[in-house]
C-alpha cells in the first residue's frame, strides 16, 4: 500500500507537492448471506440480479480519480467479510479509523452494524434497503441512505398513475412480512396523490387446484373493476406471471412491468449512456455485456462515493477530509446522471434524487411527474418529507 | 363639362395615386418584414445523422445526411466551410457550404464531440467523449499536433484569441484543465461546480456552465480563480432544474446569452454587470446557441423537441419555432 500510495504522488504533475490525504472505503459483507434464492420459489427461475456493489464503488474511485489527484487524495478501496461466528464490535473494531463504510449486507446485520459504526463515528451508507421504517428506525446522525426508500419509489409510481389517469388500483401482494410493509407503504403512497385501492389481494405460491382463487392470474385479477393492477412481490417470485394474464386487459406495474428503479440500462439523456458504458468496460480484463447496468443498489453505492467527491470542488489542497462535515453542508450534491442533482435531505440522511419509471427495456417517465409540486424542493414530493418523518437530525 | 370631366380625371388620378402609393408600402412593409435571403444557419442532427440548412426566417430547409451522430461544428471562413464532429464514425469531416459537400475527413478522432477552430494557427482542437482526451489536428497537413489528457467526459473547449491557453471542461470529473497552446503542456486544473459544459472567454473571464450546478461560473484567464458566478431563477422553476449549457457573447462582448437546458428558457445577460436582462421561454430543453453575423438574431436549439426557436435579439422576444432533425446538437450561422 505504502508503494501505491507513492505512484499516486509521485504522478501528481501539478505545481506544489500535494499533501496526501487517504481517503479510505471499506464495503462491509457477510459471509453467512446467501444471495442466490431469491425469486427461485414460485417457477425456480431467478430473474432479480444481485451482485456485489464492488464494482460500482470502484467506478466512482475511478471517475473521481482525476479530482483527487488534484486534491492531493488517496482513494484505497478495502473490503470487510464480517464472520457470523464471531463477535461483531471485535470485528468492527479492526476498521481503518475514518473509513467510509458501504453496508453491503442483509437488512438485520446491517441494522445491528450501522448502530454500532454510529457509535464509533464512522460515515456508514445504507446501499440495499429500502424498507421505508428504516428512514425512521435507523435515524442516526453517521449512517446515510443512498438507496431510494420504497415510499420513494412508490410515490413515484402514485404520481404516474394518477398522472396517466388509472386511479382505481387493484392491489395483489405477495404473503410474506416484508410484502405486507411494502404494500402499507404503496397504499400509503397512492392515498397521498389521490388513488383509489379497490381491492387488495395476496396471491399464493402453491400451485394446488384449492388455492386458485390465490394462485391463478385470472382469478385474483378477476371479479373486479380497476385500471391497472399494482403487484408487490419483493422477491420477484409469481408477480412476473401476471402480466397478460390478467383478467381485465390492464397494465400491470409496481415490482413487475412498469417498475420505479433509481437506475436503468436504457436511459438515454443526461449522459447516463455515458456511464452505462463506463460501468461496462472501465475494467478492461472484465467487460460486462451491453443490457447490463448497475442495480439500484449498486447506483446507490456509486451515488454515496460520488457524493463526496462532487462536494468537495471548494476545498483547497490538503485540507482534511471531514467526511461528517462535508455530507452535512447544505450545498452538498451529486451529479446522478438523470438531469436533476441529488443532495441528503437533512431531516432523515436520505439522498433525494429523481425515479425512473420503467419497462425491461425503456424508461417511461422520469418522477417527479409534472405538476406535481412541493412548496421547498422540486424531488421533495417523492418519499417521506420533513414534516411527516419521524426522524429529525438536523 | 369640361370642368367636370376635368375634376373627374383629376380624382382617378388621385384614387391611382393613392393606390400605388399604398401599394408601394405595401411592397415596403413586405420587404421589410420578409428581409432577403441574408444569413444561412446550419444545425447538426445527433440521431438523424444529418445537417438541416434553413434560412434566417427558419424557412427553405434543405437536409444533407453527412454521417453517425454529427454534434459539434465550427466555421472556416476562410475556407467558407464547416468542420463537424462525426461521433459515431472516430472522425472530423470539412463540408463545403458553397458545394453542399463533405471535402475532406480526419480519421482516428474518437468519441468527436465539441470541437472549436483557431483561425489563426489552422488549429483544430476535438474533444474525445469516451477517450478522456482532446486532441489537436493541423488542418492544412491533416497531422495531429498533441493529445491534451482531460478529465472524464470531455466537452466544451475555448482558447484565447492568441492561441496561447486552451481550456477544456470535463463533464464528469467537474474540472477544467488548462493548457498550453504552444507546447501543449499541462498548466493548471480549474475546479468547477458540477457537470461542466461550454466554456466560452470575454477578455480575462472564462465563463464556464455548470449543467448540474445549476450556474456559470466565471473565472480569471490568468490567475484560474474564480471571480464570480451567475445564479439563475426564471419564475416557476426550481434550482434543480436550470441545467445550463451553451454560453455565447455578441461580438461586443457586452452581452452573453446562456440555454437553460430543463428550465425551457433562454437567458439573455448584461455580461460586464453580470445581470440578468430577460428570461425567454423556448422550447424543450434548449441547448445549441449561434447568433446571426449582426447580433441581431439567436437562434436556441431545443434538444428535447426537435426544434429551433428564432429570437429577436433587440426585442428580446421569440419570433418562432422551426423544425429541426432529430435531436439537434450545435448551430452556426453564415452569410
Not at chain 2, 383629376?10 to 408601394?24: D, E, F, N
Not at chain 2, 467523449?129 to 497531422?143: C, F, L, M, Q, Y
Not at chain 2, 495531429?144 to 466537452?155: F, Q, R, V
Not at chain 2, 480563480?225 to 451553451?246: C, H, M, N, W, Y
Request: hydrophobic content about 40%; overall charge negative; aromatic content about 8%.
Amino acid at each position: 500500500m505504502k508503494l501505491h500510495k507513492l505512484i499516486l504522488l509521485a504522478c501528481c504533475f501539478l505545481s506544489a507537492p500535494a499533501v496526501s490525504n487517504d481517503f479510505d472505503i471499506t464495503i462491509i459483507t457477510s459471509s453467512s448471506e446467501d444471495r442466490k434464492n431469491s425469486g427461485k420459489s414460485f417457477a425456480g427461475i431467478t430473474v432479480k440480479p444481485d451482485r456485489p456493489v464492488l464494482r460500482a464503488v470502484e467506478l466512482a474511485v475511478y471517475e473521481s480519480s482525476t479530482l483527487f489527484k488534484t486534491l492531493g487524495i488517496n482513494a484505497n478501496i478495502h473490503q470487510l467479510t464480517l464472520d457470523a461466528e464471531r463477535n461483531l464490535d471485535d470485528q468492527l473494531k479492526e476498521l481503518i479509523p475514518s473509513s467510509l463504510l458501504i453496508l453491503d449486507l442483509p437488512l438485520d446485520t446491517m441494522e445491528q452494524v450501522a448502530q454500532i459504526t454510529n457509535k464509533l463515528k464512522l460515515i456508514a451508507f445504507n446501499v440495499r434497503h429500502s424498507d421505508a421504517q428504516l428512514r425512521d428506525t435507523l435515524c442516526l446522525t453517521h449512517v446515510f441512505h443512498t438507496i431510494p426508500s420504497d415510499q420513494m419509489y412508490f410515490d413515484a409510481l402514485g404520481q404516474f398513475l394518477v398522472y396517466r389517469g388509472w386511479r382505481k388500483v387493484l392491489v395483489i401482494q405477495g404473503p410474506s412480512e416484508k410484502d405486507t410493509e411494502r404494500a402499507k407503504t404503496l397504499l400509503v403512497s397512492l392515498k397521498k396523490f389521490g388513488a383509489t385501492v379497490v381491492d387488495q389481494r395476496i396471491f399464493s405460491l402453491s400451485h394446488h387446484p384449492d388455492d386458485r382463487d390465490e394462485n391463478k392470474p385470472e382469478f385474483i385479477t378477476g371479479g373486479i373493476s380497476y385500471d391497472v393492477v399494482a403487484v408487490i412481490d419483493s422477491q420477484k417470485d409469481y408477480g412476473r406471471y401476471l402480466q397478460y394474464s390478467t383478467r381485465s386487459a390492464r397494465p400491470v406495474v409496481g415490482d413487475v412491468g412498469l417498475t420505479p428503479a433509481s437506475w436503468h440500462f436504457s436511459l438515454e439523456r443526461y449522459g447516463a449512456p455515458q456511464l452505462n458504458e463506463r460501468y461496462r468496460t472501465f475494467k478492461t480484463g472484465e467487460p460486462l455485456s451491453s443490457q447490463i447496468s448497475m442495480t439500484d443498489a449498486e447506483f446507490a453505492a456509486w451515488s454515496a462515493i460520488k457524493l463526496i467527491s462532487n462536494s468537495i470542488n471548494s476545498r483547497q489542497k490538503g485540507d482534511d477530509l471531514n467526511l461528517l462535515a462535508v455530507l452535512q453542508d447544505p450545498a452538498s450534491q451529486v451529479d446522478l446522471y438523470k438531469g436533476t442533482r441529488g443532495s441528503i435531505r437533512h431531516w432523515n440522511n436520505q439522498l433525494r434524487q429523481p425515479i425512473l419509471l420503467s419497462t425491461p427495456d425503456a424508461v417511461i417517465a422520469i418522477a417527479p411527474m409534472p405538476k406535481f409540486l412541493h412548496p421547498k424542493h422540486y424531488v421533495d414530493t417523492l418519499g417521506i418529507d420533513e414534516p411527516e418523518s419521524q426522524c429529525q437530525l438536523r | 363639362m369640361e370642368s367636370g370631366s376635368a375634376k373627374r380625371l383629376s380624382g382617378i388620378k388621385h384614387i391611382l395615386r393613392v393606390a400605388s402609393h399604398a401599394l408601394a408600402n405595401t411592397i415596403a412593409l413586405l420587404a421589410f418584414s420578409l428581409p432577403a435571403y441574408s444569413a444561412t444557419v446550419a444545425i447538426s442532427n445527433e440521431r438523424s445523422g444529418n445537417l438541416v440548412f434553413m434560412d434566417d426566417n427558419g424557412k427553405n430547409q434543405e437536409l444533407v445526411p453527412i454521417c453517425n451522430r454529427p454534434r459539434g461544428m465550427a466555421q472556416n471562413k476562410a475556407n467558407n466551410s464547416l468542420y463537424i464532429a462525426c461521433s459515431d464514425d472516430a472522425k472530423v469531416v470539412e463540408f463545403d457550404l458553397t458545394k453542399r459537400q463533405i471535402i475532406r475527413t480526419y480519421q482516428d478522432v474518437p468519441g468527436a464531440m465539441y470541437l472549436v477552430f483557431h483561425t489563426a494557427s489552422e488549429r483544430l482542437i476535438v474533444s474525445n467523449e469516451g477517450a478522456s482526451k482532446a486532441t489537436v489536428i493541423d488542418v492544412r497537413s491533416g497531422n495531429i499536433l498533441a493529445y491534451l489528457a482531460t478529465g472524464l467526459e470531455p466537452d466544451g473547449i475555448a482558447l484565447t484569441d492568441d492561441g496561447n491557453l486552451i481550456f477544456i471542461a470535463s463533464e464528469n470529473a467537474g474540472l477544467v484543465h488548462v493548457f498550453d497552446g504552444t507546447d501543449y503542456s499541462a498548466i493548471d486544473i480549474i475546479i468547477t461546480n458540477l457537470r461542466p459544459r461550454r466554456l466560452s472567454i470575454r477578455n480575462t473571464e472564462l465563463w464556464v456552465s455548470s449543467e448540474m450546478g445549476s450556474r456559470v461560473e466565471i473565472f480569471d484567464t490568468n490567475s484560474f480563480e474564480k471571480i464570480d458566478e451567475i445564479i439563475f431563477a426564471p419564475r416557476g422553476f426550481r434550482s434543480e432544474q436550470l441545467t445550463p449549457v451553451d454560453i455565447l457573447f455578441n461580438q461586443t462582448g457586452d452581452t452573453a446569452f446562456v440555454a437553460l437546458g430543463s428550465a425551457n428558457h433562454v437567458v439573455i445577460i448584461d455580461a460586464a454587470k453580470r445581470e440578468i436582462l430577460k428570461y425567454i421561454l423556448v422550447g424543450r430543453r434548449p441547448w445549441g446557441l449561434a447568433l446571426t453575423p449582426d447580433d441581431k438574431q439567436l437562434f436556441v436549439l431545443n434538444g428535447l423537441s426537435d426544434d429551433v426557436t428564432l429570437i429577436d435579439v433587440q426585442k428580446m422576444r421569440p419570433l418562432k419555432t422551426s423544425r429541426t432533425g432529430l435531436v439537434p446538437h450545435s448551430v452556426e450561422v453564415f452569410d
